[in-house]
């Protein structure tokens, strides 16, 4: 993949090492020697076996885990805490609160912000079930809508309140293969009408070759960047299972 500009350079990674402290004398390095840099609206999917580090680096991301070495920039400036610029959506888009209905979880997003008035707020709100066409489920509860939909408000809730990046931890890991396949397609048709930047992660590569318009394949011991892969016709599961495949024999070796 290309070394980007720093006019396109949107989130970049430097260096990026995340270690946990097992005890007083032992740490444990989930993240080693992480480099990566995105444009903005970019579909980056991070790939890898179960434990190569996906999620801590995500959480990272996120401002919720501070990396041990390296830095992460979002617009050329670093990233210490969590910030409205950036917001996770969870699996099965539970987050949505049961008891209200669409428009007021994402009044209440909005409130939570202490950042506008409640006229203000309602219009906003409005305007952002519409980009992701849900003004007419607006008085729905959660559980009279589909997983696409619950989704899309999740999403629109995230957007409203001045998200740019959105943060995706396998959110369709439990999901059957015909119903994942229909969330799949409605993200991509999501992010065209509305356009943000996305970091997805999976373990599935047929779902990181639709979903991605960048892959980076993760491998572990040590948990680093195999390749990163710019996604087109061209892309084949042939060529990344390989990769991957090849690393996880190095491991067993
Ligand atoms: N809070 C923590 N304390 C100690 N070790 C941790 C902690 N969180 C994660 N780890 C370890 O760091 C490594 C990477 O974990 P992480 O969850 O980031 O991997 P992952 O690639 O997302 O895995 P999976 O695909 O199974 O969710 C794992 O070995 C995990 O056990």
Not at 39 to 50: A, D, M, N, T
Request: glycine residues 4%; contains cysteine; positive net charge.
């Amino acid at each position: 993949m290309t070394q980007l500009n720093k006019e396109d350079t949107f989130l970049s990674l430097e260096d990026v090492s995340i270690s946990y402290e097992i005890d007083e004398k032992k740490s444990y390095k989930a993240i080693e020697n992480v480099d990566f840099q995105i444009k903005q609206f970019e579909r980056l999917v991070l790939l890898g076996p179960s434990g190569c580090g996906k999620s801590s680096l995500l959480k990272a991301i996120g401002g919720f885990i501070k990396p041990s070495h390296g830095s992460i920039k979002l617009r050329q400036k670093i990233i210490s805490k969590p910030g409205l610029d950036r917001a996770f959506v969870f699996q099965e888009f539970d987050q949505l609160l049961a008891w209200k209905t669409v428009l007021e979880n994402v009044l209440f997003a909005l409130s939570a912000t202490k950042k506008i008035d409640k006229k203000d707020a309602t219009i906003k709100a409005k305007e952002f079930l519409k980009k992701v066409n849900l003004s007419s489920f607006k008085n729905n509860y959660p559980h009279q809508l589909s997983g696409g939909m619950k989704m899309r408000v999740a999403i629109a809730r995230c957007l409203a309140i001045g998200a740019e990046v959105i943060l995706m931890d396998e959110p369709f890991a439990s999901l059957d293969a015909i119903t994942r396949k229909k969330m799949q397609d409605d993200l991509l048709e999501l992010w065209k009408d509305t356009k943000f930047t996305m970091l997805f992660v999976t373990h599935s590569i047929d779902e990181a070759i639709k979903l991605g318009s960048k892959i980076i394949i993760f491998g572990t011991n040590p948990s680093q960047i195999l390749k990163q892969i710019d996604v087109n016709e061209f892309t084949s599961k042939d060529e990344i299972s390989s990769i991957m495949h090849k690393n996880q024999t190095e491991y067993f070796i």
